[in-house]
């Protein structure tokens, strides 16, 4: 059985997607005191740093993979270097904790900036339904950005 340089690139982001969420799962569970209103990045420091950090890590060199994958599949040059500018960031919030305030700022916010825009591209990009979920989380995603930078918390914090 053959696969295409896509169905990898879609398993790579599946299986670094399903690597982060269970680092983070595992993290908030074994971190003292953790809640959810907590900024994720509180993870990546202290007793759960090993987890949360290599997870994330893993994550972007998949995604930055996934880029590489996509890009000889002929997809549009867009849409790929915004998912491994995604994953460079991503890399880089693992690389440098939140400890390490400027350069984990600037690969937070690479994160959320290029992965909400890559998420609006797509749409263009791959068929349904996922061209119809993609673009409305892209936009949760930047409006998530814009209310933090602008300090705007949500109802459930007062």
Same mark, same amino acid.
């Given at each position: 059985?053959?696969?295409?340089?896509?169905?990898?690139?879609?398993?790579?982001?599946?299986?670094?997607?399903?690597?982060?969420?269970?680092?983070?799962?595992?993290?908030?569970?074994?971190?003292?005191?953790?809640?959810?209103?907590?900024?994720?990045?509180?993870?990546?420091?202290?007793?759960?740093?090993?987890?949360?950090?290599?997870?994330?890590?893993?994550?972007?060199?998949?995604?930055?993979?996934?880029?590489?994958?996509?890009?000889?599949?002929?997809?549009? &040059? *867009?849409?790929?270097? $915004?998912? +491994?500018?995604?994953?460079? =960031? %991503?890399?880089?919030? @693992?690389?440098?904790?939140?400890?390490?305030?400027?350069?984990?700022?600037?690969?937070?916010?690479?994160?959320?900036?290029?992965?909400?825009?890559?998420?609006?591209?797509?749409?263009?990009?791959?068929?349904?339904?996922?061209?119809?979920?993609?673009?409305? &989380? *892209?936009?949760?995603? $930047?409006? +998530?950005?814009?209310?933090? =930078? %602008?300090?705007?918390? @949500?109802?459930?914090?007062?």
């Amino acid at each position: 059985m053959t696969y295409t340089n896509k169905t990898l690139a879609g398993a790579l982001i599946f299986i670094g997607t399903a690597c982060f969420l269970v680092g983070i799962i595992v993290s908030e569970a074994l971190f003292n005191g953790y809640l959810v209103t907590r900024m994720i990045s509180d993870l990546g420091v202290g007793s759960t740093a090993a987890i949360y950090n290599s997870a994330i890590i893993i994550f972007g060199i998949l995604l930055v993979a996934s880029a590489y994958l996509l890009h000889k599949a002929g997809t549009k &040059l *867009g849409f790929v270097a $915004l998912l +491994a500018l995604t994953g460079i =960031g %991503a890399a880089g919030v @693992g690389i440098f904790p939140e400890n390490i305030v400027v350069p984990h700022s600037i690969c937070a916010i690479t994160v959320f900036i290029c992965g909400g825009l890559c998420a609006i591209l797509a749409s263009r990009i791959f068929s349904a339904p996922w061209s119809w979920f993609s673009p409305v &989380l *892209g936009v949760i995603t $930047l409006v +998530a950005v814009v209310l933090l =930078g %602008a300090k705007i918390q @949500g109802v459930w914090n007062g």
